[in-house]
């Protein structure tokens, strides 16, 4: 159960996420309000997700990432980045250092376009450019592999996401709001099961702490026995509280996943990850 | 009297037949609350001998001590968001997750814990 000293500090955070509160002031709660609730977790670990916080679990995932499921991953997403368009052009034109180590620049707010670019729809729009299909956004497959070596190649870099405009800013409030919002027919908000209540258990599941979230992204599932994208993990907690899922890169992720990965800036990018 | 045997009898077996009602009942009681796609009340409560239970909500535990009138029972159980608009616990019954018959059967079986 919550102590009252949690439960004071979850009204504060709450109350200062809510009122005129900058993205900066946010950010400085958020993570206090982490740092206040597991003490004996380093800020760095955070981008390990739930094992950041429950040491029983954390052991057998250690070894394994010895020898990681997702290898295969990277392998066939290193191939499929290197494959020239059918007009001779590569994945590298698209991308600020031939896009190598850019994950932790991802997603930004592009100010000609008003848009959230997330780096799965970056990948898509460079085909688009190319000439080429869109990948589909589901089931993992190609557009989780090259996320995946897109990720690889950023490990170590560290997430540093800017709110550059008043538009960002309402993005950003935007997946603010739908985090703390109560949906679905089980009525969870995010919040409830990775704000207010990480770390207990929920029949075998331990749920994770909200910052550190998008740094290990996508993720191998063992459960589902193939890759994962963020998005596809989002529609997964949905549906798990009886929620209608968004399509993968509608603006209520794209939100989403901005507010998400804000709250993780000054973690390192360590994917892509395994989890069960 | 031959009447007041018959009564006798209809009457015993008429207890009979409601005290296995009322058996039947907390089995299916149970039965709900454990079930994932029911009440799934083991996903955040301590519940008898169920397995792999979650530690978000109290034990449930001394139900009758704890919960003297049923109806208060009820109401935690049909929408926990009235004693806590903030609750992590689902409101079952408002959202129509399970039905008000089987609220029912689900205070049964923990009346007995």
Request: charged share 25%; glycine share 6%; net charge positive.
């Amino acid at each position: 159960m919550m102590g009252n000293i949690n439960k004071i500090f979850y009204i504060l955070l709450f109350v200062s996420l809510n009122i005129y509160a900058s993205p900066e002031d946010d950010l400085t709660d958020f993570q206090n309000y982490f740092k206040n609730k597991f003490p004996n977790t380093e800020f760095s670990d955070y981008k390990n997700g739930v094992y950041s916080i429950d040491s029983s679990s954390r052991e057998q995932w250690e070894s394994i990432e010895e020898f990681p499921p997702y290898e295969i991953n990277i392998e066939q997403g290193e191939e499929l980045f290197n494959t020239p368009f059918k007009n001779g052009n590569t994945y590298a034109s698209c991308f600020k250092n031939n896009g190598i180590g850019i994950r932790q620049n991802y997603p930004y707010f592009d100010e000609d376009k008003d848009e959230i670019i997330t780096l799965e729809l970056a990948i898509n729009n460079c085909r688009k450019k190319n000439g080429e299909k869109p990948l589909s956004y589901y089931r993992g497959g190609p557009m989780a592999d090259i996320s995946a070596y897109m990720a690889y190649t950023s490990r170590g870099k560290i997430i540093d996401i800017k709110i550059p405009n008043y538009k960002a800013e309402e993005a950003y409030e935007a997946g603010k709001k739908l985090y703390f919002t109560k949906v679905g027919q089980l009525n969870f908000s995010c919040a409830d099961c990775h704000v207010y209540y990480p770390g207990t258990k929920l029949r075998a599941d331990i749920t994770s702490p909200a910052i550190g979230h998008p740094t290990h992204f996508p993720v191998y599932r063992s459960r589902a026995g193939r890759m994962v994208t963020l998005h596809e993990r989002f529609a997964g907690c949905l549906n798990r509280i009886r929620a209608k899922p968004f399509k993968a890169q509608r603006d209520e992720y794209k939100n989403l996943e901005y507010f998400l990965t804000y709250m993780s800036n000054g973690l390192e990018i360590n994917g892509p990850g395994s989890r069960k | 009297m031959l009447m007041k045997r018959y009564i006798n009898i209809v009457f015993i077996i008429l207890i009979f037949a409601i005290s296995s009602v009322q058996a039947d009942n907390v089995k299916e009681g149970k039965k709900l609350a454990f079930d994932r796609k029911k009440g799934n009340c083991l996903a955040c409560h301590q519940i008898g001998n169920g397995e792999l239970a979650g530690n978000n909500g109290p034990p449930l535990i001394a139900m009758e001590a704890r919960f003297p009138n049923r109806i208060d029972l009820f109401n935690q159980i049909w929408d926990a968001t009235k004693n806590n608009p903030n609750s992590f616990m689902p409101p079952f019954g408002k959202h129509g997750v399970i039905t008000k018959d089987e609220i029912n059967k689900i205070l049964e079986y923990l009346y007995t814990l």
